[in-house]
């Protein structure tokens, strides 16, 4: 696989990691959620600083509303984090 | 870093490595999106066989018509793909 190839398998295999524990196998529940947040994106979370942040943060991953982030949710934040990162790297450079 | 951050830098990487080689270095044009498509998503790329195939996936890249792709036109390809990906494993394994 190439890079880029392994990166999107790596997010999917990162969401199942979590996922799988409890109840649906393919959503994440609350405490699945601020687990993965809590130990895959330290570097974010170091931001989320209160527990209001962290409900409403996880309110605006659920966009259908069943108190639950199904995989299309979870790509849907990862992407929106990842475009803000790399409009930070791309305006530090110029 | 861990695995997710990790793949989210590469995701990043991967298409400044492309967007820099010519033009705007902030945004892929055509031949730049070919080239990486083909490099970097072979496995996908192998069931898009004629020119009209790729003239029109590149069309749909392009949401705001600039014959350029930015970085959030491409995470949102990335996206979409990878939670096609991820349909496809997860009704494998029911």
Do not use: N, W
Request: charged share 30%; proline share 1%; net charge negative.
């Amino acid at each position: 696989m190439t890079d880029l190839e392994t990166s999107m398998a790596t997010i999917i295999a990162v969401f199942q990691k979590y996922s799988e524990r409890e109840g649906d196998r393919h959503k994440l529940k609350k405490s699945e959620l601020k687990e993965l947040l809590q130990e895959e994106l330290p570097g974010l979370m170091a931001h989320v600083k209160d527990q209001a942040s962290l409900d409403s943060l996880m309110e605006g991953l659920d966009t259908d509303g069943d108190s639950e982030c199904d995989f299309q949710e979870f790509m849907t934040f990862i992407s929106i984090v990842t475009v803000c990162c790399h409009d930070f790297f791309a305006h530090e450079d110029e």
